[in-house]
């Protein structure tokens, strides 16, 4: 009889023994299981987060209902990567490594393809980078024998007055705006990857009748909304033509209604500044970036400081990016021109350029314009960099 019960008792204790570890094995699963799902909630916020769309208030970008300011940088040579043996990749993360928040593309930039910005634009996603997309590229009728040469040759889609060039444009905008990343499957307009579309790169305005320049921007910027809610529109202004600056013309031919920020361009010519080593430029330069920037805020929209650096980087940039002196005049030119802009109330500024440091032994002209994490001086100042107060 006490061996029976003897027996029962183990028996129990086995089971009860048993059922605990079983017990345990099931609650290690379901934690697991709760710190997977976790993750992926958090993985997936983080995601919306780095990924909201930017939105336009009366005089900021907004991102998840907050001012949005940001340092980007032109990268419009990353299409040619793949052809130079390049790494697409190392760019793009580096750019965030240095405090770079935005890149620009030319969608119709040399012999680009569709499929090299959707490898580029899937590279910014998973490094939490946004793009700005720049559907053409009209600069610079100056680098072509005649306006005739440049229109057939350069810039097929910049002609406003010609009907044909017009309605071809929006061929080809509809085809980007629809079209799904080969890469990772989104729709470009349904992707918050990109911050915006920019209809062209420095419209040659000046060439034409300003009435036809406006119908241009009015009729290409309601074409783009027309097929895409999503994603803010802006346009590259060049605004080195000083009698433009200031007076009212340049502002009045580009205040579109369907325009969601002004984007614009200042590259001083380097008679404008003094190369002395480490001396700054002078006053007159900021000035002139505060006034623009004002100028197009008192319309009623954000604006950005689209492009900038100096008008001839082919000379000064290599000067300016070897020795200490020079490299410090580069860097405290840049924060000036910065801070002008920031201080005025631009949401974002975009230096020309970047990109990697192998970019240097390529027999291309970009291999002198480009910063990289060759230019620790350079970097280490972006990555310090605090935004003045407004």
Sequence with gaps: MQSKLFNMNLHFKNNKLNLFFKNKFICIVMLAALVTFSIFLLHKTTARNEYAYIKAAADSLIKSDKPFRFIGASAVNLVFYDDWNLDIDKAIR??????????????????SKDEDFDKII??????????????????????????????????PFCNVENRQSTDAFKR???????RRNSVNGKVYRNDSTILAWEIA????????????VQK????????????DKNHLLTIGINTNIFNYINGNVLYKIFNAAALDFFSFHFYPSVDMVNTGNAMLPKDEICRQIDFIARKFLSLGKPVIMGEFGFSNSMILNPGGKSGRDNMNFYNLTFEKYMNAAFSAGCSGVMFWGWGVPEEKNVPMWWSQESHSTADERFCAFLKKYKFPDK
Excluded at 172 to 178: A, D, F, G, T
Excluded at 216 to 227: H, R
């Design 172 to 178: 080809r905008i509809k085809k980007i705006i629809e």
């Design 94 to 111: 580096t750019a965030k490594e240095n405090n770079i928040s935005v890149l620009r593309l030319y969608l119709d930039w040399g012999w």
């Design 216 to 227: 241009w921007i009015d009729e290409i910027a309601t074409y783009v909304k027309s097929l």
């Design 201 to 212: 790169n420095e419209l040659e305005y000046w060439h034409f009748a300003e009435s036809d």
């Design 122 to 155: 899937d590279a910014a996603s998973r490094h939490g980078i946004y793009v700005i997309l720049v559907l053409t590229d009209c600069c610079c009728s100056s680098d072509y024998s005649s306006l005739k040469k440049y229109f057939e040759v350069h810039a």
